[in-house]
Nanobody
Framework: QVQLVESGGGLVQAGGSLRLSCAAS????????MGWYRQAPGKQRELVAS???????DYADSAKGRFTISRNNAKTTVYLQMNSLKPEDTAVYYC?????????WGQGTQVTVSS
């Protein structure tokens, strides 16, 4: 079993930065990709960024050039560095881990960007 613990959300002014962290524990050898989704009020959940065990990254168009996904050497913690934040980035951000037997979701962390 794998557990995900997220941290780093909060309130920031437009143009500011935040870094989200997601630490995985347990049977982490089953993880082949990790990433971040977000869900704004009244909107569908959407992929923000992902990174495979091989280091291949993928970003939503809205995140390209502003957000960077990375991980630690042990591949057990994934980070999302968010720069030049905009009010439309306000959402609950969820960490995900893709395992050999399915996808695991974190509990979510709120990011609020004020104008």
């Amino acid at each position: 079993q794998v557990q995900l613990v997220e941290s780093g959300g909060g309130l920031v002014q437009a143009g500011g930065s935040l870094r989200l962290s997601c630490a995985a524990s347990g049977r982490v050898f089953n993880i082949y990709a990790m990433g971040w989704y977000r869900q704004a009020p009244g909107k569908q959940r959407e992929l923000v960024a992902s990174i495979t065990s091989g280091g291949i990254t993928d970003y939503a168009d809205s995140a390209k050039g502003r957000f960077t996904i990375s991980r630690n050497n042990a591949k057990t913690t994934v980070y999302l560095q968010m720069n030049s934040l905009k009010p439309e980035d306000t959402a609950v951000y969820y960490c995900i881990a893709d395992l050999t037997d399915g996808r695991l979701w974190g509990q979510g962390t709120q990011v609020t960007v004020s104008s």
